[in-house]
Antibody
C-alpha cells in the first residue's frame, strides 16, 4: 500500500524555522516526483514546491521561493521541506503528495494526512 | 503563473441531482487538468486526471470533460458521500496551480 506520512509541524514564532518530513512507503521512491501542497485554515489548496525523483530538479511557488527548500533522501525514502523566515501567512496544513504520470500527463495520486504549521508569537 | 478559476464557489443540491462544476484556465493547458475531492479534516483525493480519465476506484458517476481553457466536472447522480469541496488543478506548468474550490452542500 502506498503511504506518505508527514511530521515536523508545530508552533513557531515569526522569523523562525521548521523542517517538515514526509516518509514514503509502498512504492519505488526514486521513480517519482513529490510535491508539497498547503492549505491555510478555512482556505483552498496552494501548491508550494516539487522535487524530481533524483532530487536534481526543484520548483517553488513565488510565495516561498528563497525561504523554503525542498529536498529528499532517497536512501531513507524521505522528503523534506526546510522552512525559514516564516511568516504568519505560512500558517497551514502542509501535505506531501506523490506525482504520477500517465502518457506524460502528471497528477497527484497519493497524499499524506498533513501536518499543521502555526506561525504565531 | 497559470490562474485557475472555478464556478460556482458553492452549490446546493439534493441526493440524486446531476451537478456540474466548471474550471477555466487563464491560458490553454491542453488536457493537463485534474480534479480532487476534499472532505473536512481530510487530505484531497484524486478523482479525474488528464481532464477526463477516471482514477482507479472512483465511482463512474464522476466524469470530466474539456480541453484548452474550459473544463467541467460532472456528478451524474449525487450520493450523500459526495458532499465535499472540489478543486481543479493544472499540471501543464511545472508550477502547479489550483482553483479556489467549489463547496457542494446538501439542499
Amino acid at each position: 500500500e502506498v503511504q506518505l506520512l508527514e511530521s515536523g509541524g508545530g508552533l513557531v514564532q515569526p522569523g523562525g524555522s521548521l523542517r517538515l518530513s514526509c516518509a514514503a512507503s509502498g512504492f519505488t521512491f526514486t521513480s517519482y516526483a513529490i510535491h508539497w501542497v498547503r492549505q491555510a485554515p478555512g482556505k483552498g489548496l496552494e501548491w508550494v514546491a516539487a522535487i524530481s525523483g533524483s532530487g536534481g530538479v526543484t520548483y517553488y511557488a513565488d510565495s516561498v521561493k528563497g525561504r523554503f527548500t525542498i529536498s529528499r533522501d532517497n536512501s531513507k525514502k524521505t522528503l523534506y521541506l526546510q522552512m525559514n523566515s516564516l511568516r504568519a501567512e505560512d500558517t497551514a496544513v502542509y501535505y506531501c503528495a506523490k506525482e504520477f504520470q500517465v502518457l506524460e500527463e502528471p497528477h497527484l495520486d497519493c497524499w499524506g494526512q498533513g501536518t499543521l504549521v502555526t506561525v504565531s508569537s | 503563473d497559470i490562474q485557475m478559476t472555478q464556478s460556482p464557489s458553492s452549490l446546493s443540491a439534493s441526493v440524486g441531482d446531476r451537478v456540474s462544476i466548471t474550471c477555466r484556465a487563464s491560458q490553454s493547458i491542453s488536457s493537463y487538468l485534474n480534479w480532487y475531492q476534499q472532505k473536512p479534516g481530510k487530505a484531497p483525493k484524486l478523482l479525474i486526471y488528464a481532464a477526463s480519465s477516471l482514477q482507479s476506484g472512483i465511482p463512474s458517476r464522476f466524469s470530466g470533460s474539456g480541453s484548452g481553457t474550459d473544463f467541467t466536472l460532472t456528478i451524474s447522480s449525487l450520493q450523500p458521500e459526495d458532499f465535499a469541496t472540489y478543486y481543479c488543478q493544472q499540471s501543464y506548468s511545472t508550477r502547479y496551480t489550483f482553483g479556489q474550490g467549489t463547496k457542494l452542500e446538501i439542499k
